[in-house]
């Protein structure tokens, strides 16, 4: 059985007298350290399967499960990292990492040094003690990463988290979460606008049609060699480009 397994799933929101379905017949599923980019158009509802896959909202009819379990409600055995790192801004970066061990009432010694292993990973060691407005925006993200990870956990949902990142700071963030995907060896859904992104980071790339949102495209990425820049200049790279371009009906005349 796959790690996640998305099957037939509906979301209707209704509210103001309208009804909007945002997702219908969404069906995706993923094995165990498997690392799948979502691309969509605005409005798709990429986000909204996020949620619906960390138990942060109910579906309205379909299935998912995560090892085995179907999702209910939230549970704690994901990490999600959002756009905004939305930290705390009172908190020193290592208190930020550690607040999720507070909620789950294990911040104990073991967390501490997780805590410091993960900032060592992430580079920012000598940043332990500083206020989140003394950090740039993609060292904040970083944060955000090593906050979500601090519980260790097996799934790790990603939303657009580097597309508030100028483009350097964002390749930069690419390659750590490589670094960083084979450290933890977590199973990563991860939602972008970025097509380069997506193929950069991913095992297998889905493309979801307009709203309401359904698989157009699943395709599993094939590049030679181990990951580096220097791979978004190969052939296979541009060919996975153009097929991602074409299933978001980029490639049509105008
Ligand atoms: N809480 C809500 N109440 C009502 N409608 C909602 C709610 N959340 C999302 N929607 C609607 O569901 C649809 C999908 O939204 P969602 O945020 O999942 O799209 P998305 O693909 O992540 O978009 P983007 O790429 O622009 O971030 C949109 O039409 C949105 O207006």
Not at 13 to 26: N, T
Not at 196 to 211: M, N, P, Q
Request: proline share 5%; net charge neutral; aromatic share 8%.
């Amino acid at each position: 059985m796959a790690f996640v397994e998305i099957s037939n799933v509906r979301k209707v929101f209704s509210g103001g007298g309208r009804e909007v379905v945002a997702l219908d017949e969404a069906n995706l599923s993923f094995g165990e350290g498997e690392f799948v980019a979502l691309l969509g158009p605005s409005g798709c509802g990429k986000t909204t399967l996020l949620k619906i896959v960390s138990g942060l909202i109910s579906k309205t009819s379909g299935s998912v499960t995560v090892a085995g379990q179907e999702v209910t409600g939230p549970y704690s055995d994901y990490g999600f990292v959002f756009q905004q790192p939305s930290l705390m801004p009172w908190r020193t970066v290592r208190e930020n990492v550690l607040f999720p061990m507070e909620i789950l009432k294990r911040k104990d010694a073991a967390a501490a040094k997780r805590a410091d292993e993960l900032l060592a990973l992430t580079g920012l060691s000598s940043f332990a003690n500083s206020r989140p407005h003394e950090l740039s925006g993609g060292m904040q993200q970083r944060v955000s990463l090593c906050r979500a990870l601090i519980h260790k956990p097996r799934l790790l949902l990603m939303d657009e988290p580097f597309g508030a990142l100028d483009e350097f700071t964002r390749l930069e963030m690419n390659d750590l979460l490589l670094k960083v995907k084979d450290e933890t060896k977590a199973s990563v859904l991860f939602v972008t606008h970025s097509i380069s992104e997506a193929i950069y980071l991913s095992d297998k790339v889905v493309v979801f049609s307009r709203r309401p949102a359904r698989v157009h495209l699943e395709f599993n990425v094939a590049l030679p060699g181990p990951r580096s820049q220097a791979t978004r200049f190969t052939p296979e790279f541009t060919e996975a480009e153009r097929r991602a371009s074409e299933a978001l009906g980029l490639l049509g005349a105008h």
